[in-house]
């Protein structure tokens, strides 16, 4: 039997995609947590020794041992919390497939995505765009085979990679508004489009993921603190 969440604390920053993906997972779950909002810019003593290895987030402390790096996270809350739905597929082929899309995302993708807001040169940004726009198409084709026809990439529910590149969507409309160019198109990427709003809608997600606006705001703000310090 799983412990009593209760003890259950999340050490995070509501604008982070890397939690929000423990989040969507606690709260699919149906585990109750205390939400304990860190400042990125001065790290807590308490994140410091909870994550003394990458002093980052998100960490999620379940009694007084402390779980670091979202994806190692959420597979923790899936094991921990075995009673509620499953997160990862049961079968082994499906699962290491899972966590290769998941690693993709992570290492390849989502990285493209978040240097296309520093670039400054339009030669530089189309490269960037190409690569995130290449990557959609894997990813649209990643779903379909994933989903079996059924509206998330975990089949008839939310799974795995759903949370893992739903973090993102976010973010991906920051880039879409910034750029002006539609990266998930309904004419190129139609399931991914539609798994979008089935994923945005969810009961785990809404409320939880950070709108396009808020986010928007935060880049821009960033981006004006930026060229304050450089002008210095």
């Known amino acids: 039997m799983a412990p009593p969440p209760s003890d259950v604390k999340l050490l995070g920053y509501r604008p982070s995609p890397f939690v929000n993906r423990v989040q969507f997972a606690l709260n699919l779950k149906s585990v109750d947590y205390e939400f304990i909002p ?3 810019m001065a790290k807590s003593e308490l994140l410091l020794k909870s994550n003394p290895v990458y002093k980052k987030i998100p960490v999620l402390i379940h009694g007084d041992k ?5 994806l190692v996270i959420v597979q923790y809350i899936d094991e921990t919390w ?3 739905p499953s997160i990862l597929p049961s079968h082994p082929y499906d699962r290491s497939t899972a966590r290769f899309w998941a690693a993709y995302i992570d290492d390849k993708w989502y990285p493209a995505l978040r240097s296309l807001a520093d670039a400054t040169e339009e030669s530089s940004k189309a490269a960037i765009l190409e690569k995130i726009l290449e990557g959609v198409i894997l990813l649209e084709d990643a779903f379909v085979k994933c989903s079996n026809g059924n509206g998330f990439f975990g089949g008839d529910k939310l799974g795995y990679l759903d949370l893992v590149l739903g973090c993102y969507l976010g973010w991906l409309k920051v880039s879409e508004v910034n750029s002006d160019v539609k990266i998930l198109d309904e004419t190129k990427t139609p ?3 539609g798994w979008a709003e089935r994923f945005k809608s969810h009961e785990a997600v809404k409320g939880t993921l950070p709108e ?3 986010l928007l705001q935060l880049l821009r703000n960033m981006q004006a603190a930026a060229n304050v310090e450089a002008s210095k």
């Open 66 to 70: 402390p779980i670091c790096e979202s």
């Open 191 to 193: 399931a991914l489009v």
């Open 38 to 40: 860190e400042n990125v």
């Open 82 to 84: 075995s009673d509620g």
């Open 212 to 214: 396009a606006d808020e």
